[in-house]
């Protein structure tokens, strides 16, 4: 008897190391499966899974936004909310540049923000990982009120000029997940800060995202001279300047 109880005791301790190795391989199995899962997810890691809407986000917002915003709308004599809204930013002076327009297409400048972060040198984004920050006329392809930088705005890059260009010299992976958004750390994106996130977000969301352009550009063209592109520059770089800064002659500075 005294055997069979050791014997049972022994077989218990068995079965549980058993068990819990099992269990143990079965949890790891489960942690690589969702890590591959979310390597492979379309979603950015912009979101998280709060189920809050655009409309939630501008109700949240929206009186607040307006009561920083509408003085400078009035200032510039364009109604609020516009009809038309240019983002301008500028790499090198780390500033982004709100115009807006009314039914008459003149952009009007707004207010300036501070770039609080950005990463990268002067020259355009060419490949994922590469920390740059774009350059290029872009737009607003989406609005992210879910994203863990507070607010997002979705940046269309790679546009078909960046994909184009990727094609004739054989680049792939060329990133994306490009975004103007709150907080104050950047790989790639413009962190603006939680309230001028706000701001821009709610503008964004009332003027409609089709209504939207994003020139992003080195430097001030308007102000500075012609940035000379680095020998070992893409060929298609110096042309590019040149359209960024024709189609910053739209938009006058104070």
């Known amino acids: ?22 269990l143990l391989v079965w949890r790891a199995q489960v942690q690589t499966a969702i890590r591959f899962l979310i390597s492979v997810t379309p979603h950015p890691p912009h979101f998280v899974t709060e189920g809050v809407s655009v409309s939630d986000r501008v109700k949240e917002f929206g009186s607040v936004v307006r009561g920083r915003l509408e003085p400078d709308f009035k200032r510039a004599g364009v109604p609020y909310p516009p009809a038309g809204l240019a983002l ?3 790499k090198q002076e780390k500033m982004l540049e709100v115009y807006a327009a009314g039914q008459d297409a003149k952009y009007r400048l707004i207010r300036s923000y501070p770039i609080l972060a950005a990463s990268g040198h002067a020259g355009p984004k060419l490949k994922e990982g590469d920390y ?4 290029g006329l872009y737009r607003i392809e989406s ?3 879910n994203s863990n930088f507070h607010l997002a705005l979705r940046v269309n890059y790679p546009n078909e000029f960046d994909r184009a260009n990727a094609i004739v010299e054989h680049r792939e992976e060329l990133g994306g997940d490009i975004m103007i958004h709150g907080s104050a750390v950047s790989i790639g994106c413009l962190a603006m800060g939680n309230e001028a996130a706000e701001d821009l977000f709610v503008i964004a969301a009332l003027t ?6 994003v020139i992003m550009s080195p430097q001030d063209f308007r102000v500075k001279e012609a940035l000379v592109p680095p020998a070992n520059a893409p060929v298609w770089l110096g ?3 040149q359209q960024i800064r024709n189609e910053l002659g739209h938009y006058p500075s104070r």
């Open 208 to 213: 409609g995202i089709k209504n939207i352009k």
């Open 88 to 90: 301008v930013a500028l």
């Open 143 to 145: 609005l992210n009120p």
């Open 239 to 241: 042309g590019l300047y």
């Open 1 to 22: 008897m005294i055997f069979s109880s050791h014997f049972r005791t022994g077989v218990v301790l068995v079965l549980g190391l058993v068990i819990g190795v099992s």
């Open 132 to 135: 740059q920050v774009p350059e």
